[in-house]
């Protein structure tokens, strides 16, 4: 059993966001016919011409696109001067379950009239040329993925940026869209080496690599490859080469991602998972996995840690660690599932990650103590900030009040409010009753988490400072600041009584000395013990143990960078 810890954390600074009622004033706007020359637009408008053709679901076919936004207060109409983007795409249709819904998500690819790459930023997000437009049709509050990818982000990681948009294809209405990030190796998205063909030895062709776990329909046998390892839980995993993908590969470094993985299996089925110097410590980002469980417990998805789960790997010269995420798909989740009742899927209640033939690397993560403790005060840390609530259903409304008349004109073309929808749970006759529905589930899960993570590493406030007393001697280590970048850490040392000698050392979560001096002749009633510059250390949670002639007098925990 963990023992309960004072701990102290920096809150995430939540913002002030309006509480006005975002919904009821969109249904209640003025009807129009959304399609209509005269018809102006609140979001930033898309306009995609592919001379009438139809856009299959491959191969991409090119088009042309235009994207208008007039500004904040603005209004956007059809044939207003393109002032984000004017010009050629390669476009395709995307999607599996998906793909029979009326409302069509797509990739594209900017382009010159020649094809090759257009490199260009739209609507703010970083220069790149490969973006998905994904249609929220059964999530009928359009914002799953782009609450879930926003929260991801917020906790230190890559996820897909994201800009609502609506969409008018080839002179027809097509409702809101999320324009995203397509996930990739870029230094402005995942940022890892881009291999090349004569990246065929070490440490060259050690990274980077995104793999994915997913379902294999509709791909080629040699696309993916199944573990040789007898996992520790579930069948073996299957594993796809995603970017780069298989064709993109040379035989020496398909080789190499796939020995690497075996090992990698290997290590997490053995009983030695945990050693710090062989195990998952000195082989994967912890903070990327504790992020992307707490992400993926939080939101409860059908596929989360089955299908869209992606990992990375480091090229071994920047650190070769092995990464979870980034996230990607989560329409099927918070609420917005109707079957798995054989595993609680629908419900508030009960893990995913331990849960029917998931990735297993979780449910075996969790049986080692220290990473246990470390997503419990993670999750402690995050309560008070992004996943507070409150701030939550801030940004629901607030998502809402922007997405404004773009609501009405979306169902007015795609009327399926108090329709069921696969796989709707439930499906009230109002946009109010859809956030409603959400919001109430939300804070249901989080209570439900809190009851199983909760008390045990205590949040203590918005202060800098910890004082730990030892025992009953009085002996109190006060760190200075705290959580800290490690710059200039101090801390005071009070009531040691007589003592000629301290030992000062600092360990990192897995028990390893990372830093240690002495300090000799110490003041026996009041000692400042001052660090060198430890900002090269990295993030994460150490304890600092101060010892006399006589044993350990005092110990504090310290953050770093949280």
């Known amino acids: 059993m963990i023992r309960s810890i004072a701990f102290i954390l920096l809150s995430s600074i939540i913002p002030v966001l309006s509480a006005q009622s975002p919904v009821e004033s969109n249904m209640a706007a003025e009807a129009q016919d959304p399609g209509s020359v005269a018809a102006a637009y609140n979001l930033p408008l898309v306009v995609l011409d592919t001379d009438g053709e139809a856009i299959p679901d491959e191969p991409r076919i090119q088009a042309t696109m235009k994207i208008i936004s007039n500004g904040p207060g603005e209004l956007n109409k059809r044939f207003d001067t393109p002032n984000v983007y ?83 294809l080839n002179g027809d209405y097509r409702g809101i869209y999320v324009l995203m990030e397509k996930i990739k190796r870029d230094e402005n998205r995942v940022d890892i080496d881009k291999l090349d063909a004569t990246d065929v030895s070490e440490p060259e062709i050690t990274g980077g690599y995104i793999l994915r776990r997913d379902k294999t329909n509709g791909m080629e046998s040699y696309e993916y490859w199944k573990s040789p390892v007898e996992q520790i839980y579930y069948e073996p995993l299957t594993y796809q080469y995603f970017d780069p993908d298989y064709y993109e590969l040379t035989e020496a470094q398909r080789t190499y991602i796939r020995n690497y993985m075996q090992e990698f299996d290997e290590m997490m089925s053995s009983p030695d998972f945990n050693d710090p110097e062989t195990g998952y410590p000195a082989t994967i980002d912890v903070k990327s996995f504790i992020d992307m469980m707490i992400i993926n417990e939080f939101s409860k998805g059908l596929d989360c840690y089955m299908f869209s789960t992606y990992f990375y790997k480091q090229n071994d010269e920047d650190g070769g660690k092995f990464f979870a995420g980034p996230p990607w798909d989560y329409n099927i989740s918070l609420f917005n599932v109707n079957y798995g009742y054989d595993h609680n899927i629908p419900y508030v209640h009960s893990w995913v990650y331990d849960n029917w033939s998931r990735v297993y690397w979780w449910a075996r993560l969790m049986e080692d103590e220290d990473y246990e403790w470390e997503v419990l005060c993670r999750w402690e840390e995050l309560r008070h900030g992004i996943l507070d609530y409150t701030y939550l259903e801030n940004y629901i409304d607030n998502t809402a009040a922007y997405l404004g008349d773009a609501i009405n004109r979306n169902f007015q073309k795609f009327p399926i409010l108090g329709t069921y929808i696969w796989p709707n749970k439930e499906w009230p006759p109002t946009y109010s009753g859809e956030l409603n529905n959400m919001k109430s589930w939300i804070e249901g899960r989080l209570n439900w988490i809190d009851g199983e ?38 801390a005071e040392l009070k009531n040691i009584q007589q003592n000629d000698r301290l030992k000062v050392e600092l360990f990192d979560i897995r028990g390893t000395l990372v830093h240690a001096f002495s300090i000799e002749q110490p003041d026996p009633n009041y000692e400042m013990i001052r660090f060198p510059d430890l900002t090269y250390l990295n993030d994460g949670l150490y304890l600092l143990r101060v010892s006399g002639q006589q044993g350990v007098l005092a110990t504090s925990r310290i953050v770093k960078g949280r």
């Open 453 to 490: 993570w909760g008390d045990v590493c205590e949040y203590v406030g918005d202060v800098d400072q910890v004082i730990e007393p030892s025992d009953e001697t009085g002996i109190t280590l006060r760190v200075m600041p705290n959580p800290t970048d490690m710059h200039r850490l101090s």
């Open 86 to 168: 004017d010009g050629y795409i390669s476009i395709e249709q995307r999607g599996e379950s998906s793909a029979g819904f009326p409302k069509k998500s797509y990739s594209l690819e900017l382009q010159l009239e020649d094809g090759t790459n257009n490199n260009v930023s739209i609507l703010d997000l970083p220069a790149e040329n490969d973006f998905v437009l994904y249609a929220p049709y059964s999530d009928k509050t359009f914002m799953r993925n782009v609450l879930v990818y926003k929260l991801f982000r917020e906790m230190d990681n890559w996820a897909p940026k994201t800009r609502f948009v609506e969409v008018i």
